[in-house]
């Protein structure tokens, strides 16, 4: 859907971003991931067509991107503003039509998102005399009401309050279901990885890291592995195993390389204790995240 | 160049202006704003003051206490007493000052050094009216001295009207009138391009600085260049202005029409007969408001109005283009704004007085120079229009003023594009300057 080539731009006298490139595969959920100041918003300005790469370049569908495909994207960019004096149903008509619906598209397609989030009657209120939170449901439909096929948030839940946070996680996720990509790009990790199913790690204008979430967390896995059980694990076993964690009723276990789960199951099964639940623990991926800056720094 | 997109956003910027109340408050305030404030600087400075001064004279020549008459502002006293004790009423305050007049060498001579002595200085005005008091009776006691008659030097005297006759292809006449209304009418339109820049100027950078503080402009820029929003604002803003400007003449057209009818009425006697006989007495007034008239319709309007729209639209777009790029370099720092507003504010200014020294003398070369440049020009061609300038110097002027917007729309185009979307970078002249070198 989305193929970054070798992607750089340089502000004045510092490289946002350097070569960087990526391949977004049809109908994912991409997590564009990196701390603040990583590149990952002059990377979608660019994936946007606000500003042009100084060199490298981007294929959308296979095309090398041009202005006709803004029609396909819906941008919502982390600093995002709205006329104050404007009211709510011709604001988003603007906007829509700024994306190229006609005037008739562009009032049916908002009457219908309105309508969609029981906010009709704000039709013709001020923007000015919205709540914060009003107004960020107002920026959501200004993203998808031209019906994009990639959507691209940037820090989406930034600012947003747990119920406006769910309601919009719902209606992007609908909206992936009925063929839409997103790609998420944000510095709050945690937030955004069990939405993902492929990422692209940057760090200082660099790509460091991509693929699909399941691959990232198997190659970068610890073998740690967690026990929940009830009863009592006799010493002499706990001390045959490297114990990462241990509390009342919890235990987490560290395995040599060549071992597996099912050695740790046979050594505990044993032991007069009801086991609850078993799991590998997967990495974060602010751990890994850490882990390869820190190889990176000690190389 | 996607103009659907730019048609998108000049429809934005005009509505949400035109139906503001504040624009329908604007339009009809500022004429009664106009009015008001010339009024009242009228009021001021034809301002006088009226406290008197009571003034002792010593007149050794004996020669001015029967002419040196009182008036409004002075009180002349002719006290017989020595010098010292008139300095020294005038010190306990019983005078204000103390005019010593000297012999005189003989009736003709022609000038006379006065001594005053007072602790209240008069201002330049009174000073020269106590001049001209004292010279006047001077003159009084001349005449008499030397026995001439007042009358027959009067004779002397010949008023002198000019009236100017064309000798080219000019269609029209002159009158002794021709000056004054051209003055009146160009210092008007001239002044009125002044706050044209500067009101349409400023909205224009607000805008912009608007769109940058509330980060809408990262919205908008995924659905359309800089460039094109720019534009976009600027012909909106504008098509704002002709609207405007369109109202007022309509007013101006409708006053006018309502003021000669209810003075048609008056000729024709329907009206009072105090007011008709007034109209009569006055009737010197009334042959200048005639020839006023004629003057009026003698200007070539065909060329002044839409030469007038031209500079007006050029005028706005020249220096629109200007205030924007600044809008987008600073963002909401406002005393950033004002640093960099300055050179843009400055040639205005050069402008207004620039012309000014035109209605004073219409072609000297700076007048010339100056209503070709297409930062003056703007303000200084439309006060020139009415005192008919040879064609060349409007083709020209007309013509470097399309290439002077064409220069620094570029110009606000290249800053602007960077300007949006730059945060959290000083916008210092070095930065723009940058900007502007960028490809």
């Known amino acids: 859907m989305l193929r970054v080539q070798q992607v750089t731009k340089r502000y004045s006298n510092h490289l946002a971003v350097d070569r960087v490139s990526f391949e977004m595969p049809d109908n994912a959920i991409m997590g564009l991931l990196g701390p603040n100041g990583a590149g990952k918003s002059t990377l979608l300005r660019m994936i946007t067509t606000i500003t042009m790469p100084d060199s490298g370049q981007i294929f959308f569908d296979g095309e090398p991107l041009a202005r006709h495909h803004i029609s396909e994207i819906g941008y919502m960019p982390e600093e995002r503003g709205l006329y104050k004096k404007m009211k709510v149903g011709e604001h988003l008509i603007f906007l829509a039509r700024l994306k190229g619906l006609s005037p008739a598209e562009a009032r049916k397609a908002v009457r219908a998102w309105m309508e969609k989030f029981g906010i009709l009657d704000w039709w013709n209120k001020k923007i000015q005399e919205l709540s914060k939170g009003m107004q960020q449901k107002i920026q959501f439909i200004a993203t998808v009401v031209h019906r994009p096929k990639l959507l691209i948030f940037d820090e989406p839940f930034s600012g947003l309050d747990p119920i406006n946070t769910n309601l919009i996680k719902d209606e992007i996720l609908q909206l992936h279901r009925e063929g839409t990509g997103v790609i998420f790009s944000t510095h709050r990790m945690e937030q955004v990885e069990e939405l993902c199913d492929y990422v692209v790690l940057i760090n200082e204008g660099h790509n460091i890291l991509e693929g699909r979430v399941q691959d990232i967390k198997e190659a970068h896995k610890k073998h740690i592995f967690e026990i929940n059980y009830t009863g009592q694990i006799a010493s002499t076993t706990l001390q045959r195993l490297d114990v990462v964690e241990r509390q009342e009723g919890r235990l987490v276990v560290h395995l040599p390389h060549d071992t597996s789960g099912n050695t740790l199951l046979r050594t505990i099964v044993n032991e007069p204790i009801e086991i609850i639940s078993f799991r590998e623990i997967y990495p974060s991926f602010n751990e890994i995240f850490i882990d390869l800056v820190e190889e990176k720094v000690a190389s | ?439």
């Open chain 2, 1 to 439: 160049m996607n103009w659907d997109k730019v048609k998108l956003i000049i429809g934005r910027e005009y509505l949400t202006r035109v139906r503001n109340k504040t624009f329908i408050l604007g339009t009809i305030l500022t004429p009664i704003g106009i009015v008001l404030l010339s009024v009242i600087s009228g009021l001021i400075m034809s301002h006088q003051g009226n406290e008197s001064y009571k003034i002792a004279v010593r007149d050794e020549a004996g020669a001015l206490e029967a002419f040196l008459k009182d008036s409004k502002r002075f009180d002349f006293e002719f006290p017989s007493l020595p010098k010292d004790s008139l300095i020294a009423g005038v010190k306990t305050g019983r005078w204000d000052g103390l005019l010593v007049v000297p012999a005189l060498d003989s009736l003709t001579a022609t000038e006379v050094r006065l001594k005053y002595y007072t602790d209240r200085r008069m201002g330049l005005d009174l000073s020269e009216a106590l001049k001209d008091k004292i010279a006047g009776a001077f003159r009084q006691y001349k005449l008499a001295g030397l026995h001439l008659d007042e009358s027959v030097l009067k004779r002397l005297n010949t008023s002198i009207s000019i009236d100017p006759e064309p000798v080219g292809k000019q269609r029209r006449n002159y009158s002794e009138w021709t000056e004054g209304v051209a003055a009146a009418i160009g210092g008007a339109m001239g002044f009125f391009m002044y706050m044209v820049v500067f009101i349409y100027g400023m909205m224009v950078m607000r805008s912009a600085m608007e769109e940058k503080t509330s980060r809408i402009v990262e919205v908008i820029m995924t659905g359309v260049k800089p460039f094109e929003l720019m534009l976009g604002k600027l012909l909106g803003v504008g098509a704002v202005g002709l609207t405007q400007l369109a109202i007022w003449i309509v007013l101006i057209i409708v006053f006018s029409l309502v003021g000669s009818v209810a003075m048609g009425h008056s000729m024709t006697g329907q009206i009072d007969p105090e007011v008709m006989r007034q109209i009569q007495t006055s009737s010197a007034v009334q042959a200048n408001v005639t020839k006023i008239m004629q003057e009026l319709s003698n200007i070539n309007w065909w060329l002044i109005l839409p030469m007038f729209l031209f500079y007006f639209l050029g005028g706005f777009f020249l220096y629109a283009a200007l205030f924007i790029a600044v809008g987008s370099a600073v963002g909401d720092d406002v005393g950033e704004s004002q640093s960099l507003t300055l050179p843009i504010v400055l040639p205005v200014i050069i402008a207004i007085y620039i012309m000014f020294s035109v209605l004073r003398d219409p072609n000297t070369d700076l007048a010339v120079w100056a209503s070709i440049f297409p930062l003056f020009s703007p303000i200084v061609m439309p006060a020139r229009l009415p005192y008919d300038p040879p064609s060349w110097q409007i083709a020209a002027s007309a013509l470097a003023l399309i290439v002077g917007v064409w220069f620094f729309v570029w110009l606000a185009a290249r800053i602007y594009r960077v300007g949006i979307l730059m945060y959290g970078k000083k916008a210092t002249y070095k930065e723009l300057l940058k900007w502007l070198r960028q490809s």
